[in-house]
């Protein structure tokens, strides 16, 4: 009995110690299971709502934090502004402008009041807003057209002056103006349709212009005097053909016609397309022109450079060694001595040769004809010619038809457009045959500057009623032919001018190296 009650407390140890392992790896379980959520859920949602609460508390705090930073770098990086001067002038200096403006006053009432045929130019003194006193040219036909437009501009005028001496010196201004550039005119019509455009009247559109394209004097000057002259009432096609060479021809007629028919947004936007296409043009017939130029700079160099420092060495040493120098190395070695002896005689011819066909090209109507004529038989070249002349021609003769341009006019205005003198008096016989009644086909038939498919194409025209988009057909068709014939043009001369200066500068080399097989012989 005894026995079996000291037996049962063992088993129960053994039973207690069984359970053991089991209740610590259950506890194991139960607080990793609670620690991975505590971990991967409760901590995260913690620190979620902790950090909500804290975006929530300080959150106005923050932006407004946040602004102020940016506040602070737009101030650091906004470009200073100056403060306003002050303009302080000496009481004796005010007196006299009262007496000028006194002066000024009195002459508007008499012979300032009267205008002149033709513009001249005014020198103006004046007062701005800010209290600055400036002095300025503007061209007019009286001092009181001036003195009204400067009014108007918001200035307090002081004195307006002419004389023969101030239109000499200021005859740079926009009356007698420089050639806008393609460049600029293209701006100048694309912002001055997108200002219209937008609600402003062409007067202050052309005010924004010339503040926008500031920097040249003449332009500017031209620009004043074009709003002067919308001041007066003057259209704009005559404003602008008041500029001298400033706006070209073809620019003025159109908007002269666009004037009689309300298309004068249209217009801009015609022209600015145009001289855009026109400038492409322009550009790759520049494109075409510059590798082949830099070759031959680049070729003639090299063959100087040769004929001054390397021909002359080894002329020494066959001299040294009593070496006789025959066929083409002595023509290379007397070329060598008379470019070192008489370079500046040398020099001299070149540039005068220059200078006098490029007068005799501008001045000489014959001699530029018989030029142009022989480059216009040059196989390629003469493609490139034809092509661009009958490219612009076109064009510009699509673009006058369409607003509504005389035929006469249109003719005039290409005649006066293209430099070359055949494709001129193609377009001159053409106002003749006009002037006859006969068809503007009639002086392109059976001409060598005038492709068949450019003829037929404008006999299809005439017949259809539709010149003016055969017109613009022709310019399209041509045009691509232009540009192919460039790009073709560019891959063929390249290889071409590395051939010939290849060639060149091995003839050169063989000559002056061939004496020495000579001496090796003579040697051996």
């Known amino acids: 009995m005894q026995e079996t009650l000291n037996e049962a407390p063992k088993s129960n140890n053994v039973l207690e110690l069984l359970k053991t392992p089991f209740i610590i790896l259950y506890n194991i379980i139960v607080y990793a299971g609670v620690g991975i959520k505590a971990t991967f859920f409760d901590l995260w949602v913690n620190l979620y709502n902790g950090a909500s609460y804290q975006v929530d508390k300080t959150y106005r705090h923050t932006k407004q934090q946040f602004m102020e930073e940016e506040d602070k770098i737009y101030e650091m990086t906004k470009k200073k502004t100056k403060k306003p001067k002050v303009y302080k002038y000496s009481a004796k200096y005010l007196a006299k402008l009262e007496e000028e403006k006194k002066e000024l006053q009195l002459d508007l009432q008499n012979a300032g009041a009267t205008r002149s045929k033709t513009p001249h130019v005014y020198l103006y003194k004046v007062k701005e807003a800010s209290g600055r006193i400036i002095t300025g040219t503007m061209n007019g036909l009286s001092k009181l057209d001036i003195n009204s437009y400067l009014i108007n501009e918001g200035y307090e005028i002081y004195s307006i002056k002419t004389s023969p001496f101030i239109d000499f010196v200021y005859k740079d201004s926009s009356f007698f103006g420089k050639k806008m550039s393609t460049k600029d005119l293209i701006f100048w019509l694309t912002q001055l349709s997108t200002y219209i455009k937008a609600g402003l009247t062409l007067n202050e559109s052309i005010k924004i212009l010339a503040t926008q394209m500031k920097g040249n004097k003449a332009r500017t000057t031209a620009f004043k005097a074009i709003s002067y002259e919308l001041t007066l009432g003057e259209s704009f096609s005559s404003a602008l053909e008041k500029q001298g060479t400033m706006f070209p021809a073809l620019l ?14 249209e217009t801009l936007d015609d022209m600015s397309s145009y001289y855009t296409e026109i400038n492409e043009t322009h550009k790759q017939m520049i494109s075409a022109m510059t590798y082949p130029s830099i070759i031959t700079i680049f070729a003639i160099g090299v063959v100087i450079f040769i004929l001054l420092y390397v021909v002359p060495q080894f002329t020494d040493i066959y001299a040294q060694n009593g ?43 014959a001699f530029k004809t018989t030029i142009q004529i022989f480059l216009m038989h040059v196989p390629i070249i003469k493609d490139v010619i034809i092509y661009n002349e009958l490219t612009i021609f076109s064009k510009t003769f699509a673009s006058l038809l369409r607003n509504n341009v005389f035929i006469t006019d ?23 045959n006009i002037i006859k009644g006969e068809k503007i086909s009639e002086a392109f038939k059976d001409h060598w500057a005038i492709p068949d498919v450019a003829y037929y194409m404008i006999v299809t025209g005439e017949s259809t009623g539709d010149l003016a988009n055969m017109m613009q057909k022709v310019s399209e068709y041509y045009q691509l032919l232009h540009k192919n014939i460039i790009n073709n043009l560019k891959s063929f001369i ?4 590395i051939s010939f200066l290849a060639i060149i500068v091995g003839i050169i080399i063989v000559a002056v190296i061939g004496p020495m097989f000579g001496m090796y012989n003579q040697i051996a």
């Not at 249109?410 to 003749?432: H, W």
């Open 323 to 365: 070496t006789e120098i025959t066929g083409i190395t002595k023509i290379v070695v007397d070329a060598s001595n008379f470019l070192q002896r008489e370079y500046l005689l040398l020099i001299g011819l070149i540039l005068g040769a220059i200078v006098t066909i490029v007068i005799l090209y501008k001045s000489v109507k």
């Open 410 to 432: 249109s003719m005039d205005i290409l005649s006066r457009i293209t430099n070359n003198e055949v494709y001129r008096a193609i377009l001159y016989r053409t106002i003749n």
């Open 252 to 265: 003025i007629n159109m908007i002269k016609a666009a004037e009689a028919s309300g298309t004068l947004v």
């Open 494 to 497: 390249e290889p071409i001018m």
